[in-house]
């Protein structure tokens, strides 16, 4: 059902980019499809137990929103689903924040970095992140690494 939703979205944008639309009006079209696409994998993740389809999923809401807290994610998928050498390589262009934390000691916990995993969330145990950011973050990540802020 999610599935045909993106696709209804991505007519939608269709339309919209032959009636001329500009970039502005397409991006929450964009912010849209990355979302169910996020839904997918967290979905494919957690009841379906299905790393690689979830990576898959993850991968097309990044080409749609390409920030901080999206790269870290991915980083988080590439790392669930096996590819660790591009897990590490994308854990290496990301700068550490509050809004990230959380999910680079997931990714690094997948990693069998257990000291780097450590010192993110002794940062998240010490409040150092804005309010509700972990619980966010771990609804995004369900990385199922058992590690507890």
């Known amino acids: 059902m999610l599935l045909r939703a993106v696709e209804r979205i991505e007519d939608l944008e269709k339309q919209l980019i032959e009636n001329g639309a500009s970039p502005a009006a397409l991006s929450g079209f964009r912010d849209m ?6 839904s997918l994998a967290v979905n494919a993740n957690v009841r379906l137990k299905a790393p690689e389809r979830a ?4 991968e097309r809401a990044y ?10 994610l991915l980083a988080c998928y590439r790392a669930r ?3 660790q050498t591009e ?5 290496r262009t990301i700068r550490p924040g509050p809004g990230t934390w959380y999910n680079l000691a997931c990714t690094h916990a997948l990693l ?11 940062a998240v145990a010490r409040g150092e992140v804005r309010s509700g950011a972990p619980h966010r973050q771990r609804q995004a990540c369900v990385c199922e690494t058992g590690l507890s802020a």
């Open 81 to 83: 689903s096996g590819a």
């Open 55 to 58: 990576r898959a999923y993850y």
């Open 87 to 91: 897990a590490r390589a994308l854990l």
């Open 33 to 38: 499809q990355a979302s169910a696409f996020v």
């Open 63 to 72: 080409e749609l929103r390409k920030d901080e807290f999206m790269r870290t």
């Open 112 to 122: 069998g970095d257990v000291e780097e995993a450590l010192q993110f969330l002794r």
